[in-house]
């Protein structure tokens, strides 16, 4: 299976926002000895904007700034702006560069100044980026539709007491990068990586969701996975729907016996897997309960459904 073809449509961006403002796209640079470069000293999000019928809005905007002062603070970074602030210069880039539908990436790190490991000797910076998505999915055509094949990965995730999976660690990023391409050269999808343990833990890039009577099954915080916030949205609606949830550890095998399986993230939003290890995930097509959630988050995030829990910020 060959890997998706992402073509981001660059040319299209105006500005991004650096270091306190909008500046022309193709003079934000930085140096080669750029600390971050080398050493991974650096965190980030992803977020995602939509066109909707009331205009361009962005999905859970806050919590995603959040999140990434939480990263900062892990990492002993102290960050020169407020959540306030951050939260209005995503809107300010997103705006100025006139996007709808958009893939959003604010980013924090450490540039030139010194090669030392210890990254406080490098200055600080703080960038935000935007761009049109398109038709086709991060995890191929059709994924959300159809669903995907993924596989249990030869790599562990990250071990609690070597990185903070917390943290939405750019350093933490190589382990996902080994994840994902094994999947595909081997003809997959995605690949699941298990933790320490030998529990389920997340994909490359993503929460895992498993359905078992009825049940919406995920693996817990403790487990050593990143605190998603779609993956949060999706418990959020499953109680709304009446569904039953629970955040525990996970067995592998469960993998293979469960009855609906899905992944969540920004870039997947909710992703129906079909099959692991190429055995059929139940009857090998995405499930009524994935379907109903993904409909859900879609249908807010869209603006097709009401905005019950303020989760959309207008641009």
């Known amino acids: 299976m060959e890997a998706p073809l992402l073509k981001y449509p660059f040319s299209e961006v105006r500005s991004l926002w650096l270091d306190g403002g909008l500046v022309p796209f193709a003079e934000a640079k930085i140096h080669i000895l750029a600390h971050t470069l080398h050493y991974g000293s650096g965190v980030f999000e992803g977020i995602r904007s939509y066109k909707t019928p009331e205009g361009t809005a962005i999905f859970r905007l806050r919590e995603h700034v959040e999140r990434l002062f939480d990263s900062a603070k892990t990492l002993r970074i102290e960050l020169p702006y407020t959540v306030d602030e951050l939260c209005g210069a995503v809107v300010e880039t997103v705006r100025d560069n006139e996007l709808g539908d958009s893939y959003i990436r604010p980013i924090v790190f450490r540039g030139f100044g010194s090669l030392f490991v210890n990254p406080r000797l490098s200055p600080l910076s703080v960038a935000i980026a935007a761009w049109p998505t398109r038709p ?104 709304d729907l009446g569904i039953e949830t629970r955040e525990e550890g996970v067995p592998r095998s469960l993998l293979y016996i469960c009855d609906e399986l899905f992944l969540t993230g920004t870039s997947v939003e909710v992703a129906p897997v079909r099959a692991v290890d190429r055995i059929p995930v139940g009857a090998g097509r995405p499930g009524e309960i994935t379907r109903r959630l993904q409909t859900e988050l879609l249908g807010i995030a869209r603006g097709e459904q009401p905005d019950r829990h303020g989760w959309l910020t207008p641009v």
């Open 136 to 239: 086709g999915r991060y995890l191929g055509e059709g994924s959300q539709e159809n669903g995907i094949e993924a596989c249990v990965s030869s790599w562990r995730r990250l071990s609690p007491g070597s990185l903070p999976p917390l943290a939405k660690a750019t350093a933490n990023y190589l382990n996902s990068q080994l994840i994902k391409m094994e999947a595909e050269e081997n003809g997959y999808n995605e690949g699941i990586g298990l933790d320490e343990h030998g529990d389920v833990c997340e994909g490359s890039a993503e929460n895992v969701f498993l359905v078992q009577d009825g049940v919406l099954l995920t693996p817990s915080l403790a487990g050593a996975i990143l605190a998603g916030i779609t993956r949060d949205a999706v418990l959020t609606l499953a109680r």
